[in-house]
């Protein structure tokens, strides 16, 4: 796994670019030069998060035979803001899917995902408690 980042200026505004030429604007906040050109670093992580999570659920739920038709994931990060650096104590996922589904199933893809598979949270957890929940609309 290979990515390039490159500076797009004189301030804090970066582009991250992995090997099948797909892009990510990256800037930093404003207290440290950031123009809000990008999502900063730590919004990039829940990104992460959710998305590899997101994957994992959509592949197990296709597996169990589930008709999902829909699927958001709303994430809260908690931050030690007194410290530097900054790090995540906690992380929330909401999962709110949409079908025909199966509560139990719906709770054992995301749990598998979480505790099991997302090599993103599975790295986290070392250093963060995370936590989930889900809907179905």
């Keep these: ?12 505004h970066f582009e ?11 800037d930093g906040s404003p207290d440290v030069g ?3 050109k990008g999502v900063r670093p730590m919004q990039l992580l829940l990104m992460s998060l959710a998305g590899c999570s997101s994957i994992d659920v959509v592949s197990l739920l296709k597996k ?42 719906v709770a054992k893809a995301i749990g598998m995902s979480v505790e099991k598979y997302c090599s993103v949270a ?12 889900y809907v179905i609309e």
Excluded: Y
Aim: hydrophobic share 40%; glycine share 8%.
């Design 122 to 133: 599975r790295m986290l957890e070392k250093a963060v408690e995370i936590s989930w929940d």
């Design 1 to 12: 796994m290979h990515i390039t980042l490159q500076r797009l200026n004189s301030a804090v």
């Design 64 to 105: 169990m035979r589930q008709p999902l038709d829909d699927i958001r994931v709303e994430v809260h990060g908690e931050r030690d803001t007194g410290e530097v650096p900054a790090v995540f104590k906690k992380i929330h996922m909401q999962f709110i899917l949409k079908g025909d589904l199966d509560e139990e199933k």
């Design 16 to 26: 991250a670019k992995n090997d099948d030429g797909n892009t990510v604007s990256i």
């Design 34 to 36: 950031g123009e809000g």
